[in-house]
């Protein structure tokens, strides 16, 4: 079983950036792809970011490529999102996951562990 707790969350203006982490606890972090997903208010919860278990491969949504960053490091069991040029859309609480699927995926369903979530707030 993995713990995943974010941290990082916080309140920016437009053109901001944030470094999201999030600690895992355990020995099989490495074992892990790691996603980032993101949920505002009345919204579903939609998919951000995902890192292979090595760090090697990564998926971006749409939305936030080219903008945001997904990084780990498994001596540390610690993912980050570095979120760069932040706009008001990008408000919303991030969560953090970890899937043990063979492939990285990008479907909220697959992942079976997930973090409380830190909340990011971007000003106009």
């Known amino acids: 079983q993995v713990q995943l707790v974010e941290s990082g969350g916080g309140l920016v203006q437009a053109g901001g950036s944030l470094r999201l982490s999030c600690a895992a606890s ?5 074992s892990y792809h790691m996603g980032w ?3 505002a208010p009345g919204k579903e919860r939609e998919f951000v970011a995902t890192i ?4 090697g491969s990564t998926i971006y949504a749409n939305s936030v490529k080219g903008r945001f960053t997904i990084s780990r490091d498994n001596a540390k069991n610690t993912v980050y999102l570095q979120m760069n ?4 859309e990008d408000t919303a609480v ?3 996951a970890a899937a043990d699927t063979q492939m990285i995926v ?3 369903t697959l992942y079976k562990y997930w973090g409380q979530g830190t909340q ?3 000003s106009s």
């Open 52 to 55: 292979t278990r090595s760090g």
């Open 37 to 39: 997903f993101r949920q």
């Open 120 to 122: 990011v707030t971007v």
């Open 94 to 96: 991030y969560y953090c």
């Open 85 to 88: 040029s932040l706009k008001p």
């Open 106 to 108: 990008t479907g909220k």
């Open 26 to 30: 355990g020995r099989t972090f490495s």
